[in-house]
């Protein structure tokens, strides 16, 4: 049972260095989402993708871009990564929200911008 | 702007102590609210409640939601080590694909 993979698990950039964060999940579910985790912050939701070829910003999308590339996979990409984007980011699925539904995540990619 | 909120921000207890933590909220269209426990790595669903006074219990642990007075809590009783972890609390999805609006989390740790 796979769930949702993500890979790298961990990376460090150079600021101002580009990067993909690569996301998969294998419950056919249509709703797919990044988030951001910061220390005292919680998760915060950077972009969601309702279904394949939509996609939609969250509550933190400056400096982020994304790429729904099929029903599985969900990409996030930091185009000039900045000291600010140091973060653990979270990817996770859902099927569309309903009165039972709960989000699966994946297990993070911890990323250090210096 | 939603707002979920959660207290303490961190606790620390003594195994077998029994805990009880707190998330209030302001939210519009409220459909649900859901815990996660999150220890090293990705969240892991514990609850999802939708109706006032309602528990719901999974072993040690249970927890219920007061849509009149907006709050919900999470209680552990009996702790043990394993159960240290950051719990979280979101404002579930409300249609559609919006996600979750999380709070900042309850740091667990609970002494041998």
């Known amino acids: 049972n796979a769930g949702v993979t993500q890979t790298p698990k961990f990376q460090v950039l150079k600021t101002g260095q580009s990067m993909t964060l690569q996301c998969a999940q294998d419950?056919?579910?249509?709703?797919m989402y990044w988030y951001r985790q910061d220390p005292g912050m919680g998760l915060r939701l950077i972009y969601y993708s309702a279904s394949e070829g939509t996609t939609d910003k969250g509550e933190v999308p400056n400096g982020y871009n994304v790429s729904r590339l099929n029903k599985r996979e969900f990409s996030l990409r930091l185009e000039s990564a900045a000291p600010s984007q140091t973060s653990v980011y979270f990817c996770?699925?859902?099927?569309?929200?309903?009165?039972?539904?709960?989000?699966?995540f994946g297990q993070g990619t911890r990323l250090t911008v210096v | 702007e939603d707002k979920v909120v959660q207290s303490p921000l961190s606790l620390v207890v003594h195994e077998g102590d029994t805990v009880t933590l707190n998330c209030s909220y302001e939210?519009?269209?409220?459909?649900?609210l859901l815990w996660y426990k999150q220890e090293k790595k990705a969240p892991t669903f514990l609850f999802m409640l939708?109706?006032?006074?309602i528990e719901k219990k999974s072993g040690r642990l249970s927890s219920i939601l007061d849509k009149k007075e907006l709050f919900s809590i999470l209680n552990i009783t009996a702790t043990q080590t394993g159960d240290s972890a950051v719990y979280l609390c979101?404002?579930?999805?409300?249609?559609?694909?919006?996600?979750?609006?999380f709070g900042k989390g309850t740091h667990l740790i609970i002494q041998p």
């Open positions: 419950m056919n579910h249509n709703s």
């Open positions: 996770a699925s859902s099927e569309p929200w309903t009165v039972n539904t709960e989000a699966f």
């Open positions: 979101a404002r579930g999805g409300r249609g559609g694909a919006d996600g979750l609006t």
């Open positions: 939210v519009t269209n409220f459909r649900s």
């Open positions: 939708t109706s006032s006074g």
